[in-house]
């Protein structure tokens, strides 16, 4: 196959899969109300493929096919390939203003990462089998989710948790897992959903240790989602919403069974603890152009904002929506890095390092991922910050009537008469403050504002990690070599 269709795509959701959403059982998701939004939203994307004027940047021709396939998936290796890449990242995230953080995007750099890492790693049974699975999801055109976290069963540990996806049998077939995994971001509408590392496992919980790729309607999995938070509001009451509204799901396994060649990792402690780190970066480079682009579409609705209300002729908000517009600049410099170091651990990889390293005099002899530090750190930072920028420009303007009470006929020449404001309509302000208000005050901004904090997961642990970086013992050697100079 190559690359679907928004049509293809949705047919590809009606398999029998267990949803349970808002109380419902739905097997067939393309036919559930809420989720129509985000599923026209993906359709779209897949649309976008076959586009003469977009085609060029979002495919590339398959390796083992020829047939036209999604760049999401190339496995860039000169500075040239990493800057299409890029492209296709960037452009997918325009289309959804970077407020989809789990677009299948994210997973097609991330199997990329997981086949180049297990290479080098020199586990090439387990390389093979990711590769398979890059195959697999690359010309199916597919879309995945991943389930990455045990269960919040004990957080005083990171010991495996018996509710945790294990090993209960095998057969001659593949292996029987079950358990639950979260937390599933896109899993109400994706095709395949990856279990894999995100903790290192320790040694007896080798039934623990295991990473493989799954249909989201396979036999015994059920998918238990939050609540939508699109309930039929038009877009102009719900944009964002209404559009982008991925959902989030944990993952139930009851007696699953996993095929054989769709196992990466069964036990291998060493390839599942290793598999965490040893990924050239692909998976950076997606979501730091992401994260970007939301930061750019923040900033935008808040400098639209200002200038509707007249904030912008302000030096209080001048300056704050300038200080955004300072750290996109910043946040396009680490994605620039993110393909640079990305390129530099391919070509580490090929000389057979597991590491980039630099000479200690003309750079640093311990060299850190920009990508890592500012998914886990600036991002976060930076568009929470934004999003902080946008509620004050806002104020209480978020607190808006609906577009049902601007059509009412005693109403709405009212608003067009006294809510208007500096060169804006009173319909237009309307509309930019319910797309401020979906931004930040429904459930739909408070899920994003909550997202955005947990990314990349515990951002305490991540800075306990970055603490033990050779990077730290780095820095301390500078004071060493001053006192004893």
């Known amino acids: 196959m190559a ?22 059982v739905v097997s ?7 989720l129509r939004g985000v599923i026209d939203t993906i359709a779209a994307l897949h649309d976008d493929q076959h586009d003469p004027a977009l085609s060029d940047i979002l495919t590339y021709r398959s390796p083992s096919t020829g047939d036209l396939v999604s760049k999401t998936y ?10 299409a890449l890029a492209a296709c990242f960037h452009l997918r995230a325009q289309r959804t203003f970077g407020l989809m953080g789990r677009l299948t995007d994210f997973m097609s750099g991330f199997l990329v990462d997981l086949s180049v890492g297990l290479r080098a790693l020199g586990k090439n049974e387990a390389a ?22 045990d269960p919040q ?12 996806v294990q090993v209960v049998e095998r057969t001659s077939d593949g292996i029987v897992v079950s358990g639950c995994r979260m937390l599933a971001t896109l899993a109400p509408v994706a095709n395949e959903c990856y279990v894999g590392p995100y903790y290192p496992r320790k040694s007896g919980e080798e039934n623990f240790a295991l990473a493989f790729v799954i249909p989201m309607n396979a036999p015994g999995l059920s998918i238990l989602a939050r609540e939508s938070f699109h309930r039929g509001q038009s877009h102009f009451d719900r944009p964002l919403s209404s559009r982008f509204d991925e959902g989030d ?4 396994f009851d ?11 069964d036990g291998d402690l060493a390839a599942y603890n290793g598999m965490i780190n040893a990924r050239p970066g692909y998976t950076g480079i997606q979501a730091c152009t992401r994260s970007t682009m939301k930061l750019r579409f923040l900033a935008g609705m808040a400098t639209a904002i200002a200038r509707a209300n007249g904030r912008d002729k302000t030096p209080r908000f001048q300056a704050a929506i300038g200080e955004l517009i300072a750290l996109i600049s910043v946040a396009e410099g680490i994605r620039l890095g993110a393909m640079v170091e990305g390129q530099r651990r391919v070509e580490a990889y090929a000389a057979g390092k597991l590491a980039v390293e630099g000479d200690g005099l003309g750079e640093a002899a311990a060299v850190g991922s920009a990508s890592g530090g500012a998914i886990n750190f600036f991002f976060p930072y930076a568009n929470t910050k934004a999003a902080d ?4 420009a806002a104020g209480s303007g978020v607190l808006a009537m609906t577009a049902g009470d601007y059509a009412h006929p005693d109403v709405g020449p009212l608003m067009d008469q006294w809510l208007i404001g500096p060169g804006i309509e009173a319909k237009n302000r309307l509309e930019l403050m319910k797309l401020a208000w979906d931004m930040t005050g429904t459930e739909f901004g408070s899920r994003a504002g909550l997202y955005e904090r947990l990314y990349s997961g515990d951002p305490e642990a991540n800075a306990q990690r970055w603490f033990r970086s050779p990077i730290t013992k780095e820095c301390e050697a500078l004071v060493k070599r001053l006192l004893e100079s």
């Open 3 to 24: 690359i679907k269709t928004g049509q293809e795509y949705v047919a590809s959701l009606r398999d029998g899969r267990t949803l349970h959403i808002d109380g419902k």
């Open 28 to 34: 067939d998701v393309t036919g559930y109300p809420p």
């Open 74 to 83: 190339l496995e860039a290796r000169t500075a040239e390939e990493f800057r």
């Open 128 to 149: 093979a089998r990711a590769q398979g699975m890059v195959e697999l999801c690359r010309e199916g055109d597919l879309q995945v989710t991943h389930a990455l976290i």
């Open 153 to 164: 069963s004990d957080r005083s540990t990171l010991d495996a948790p018996s509710q945790a």
């Open 249 to 252: 799901a944990i993952l139930m």
């Open 255 to 265: 007696r699953v069974l996993v095929p054989h060649e769709r196992m990466i990792v």
């Open 389 to 392: 920028v946008l509620r004050l």
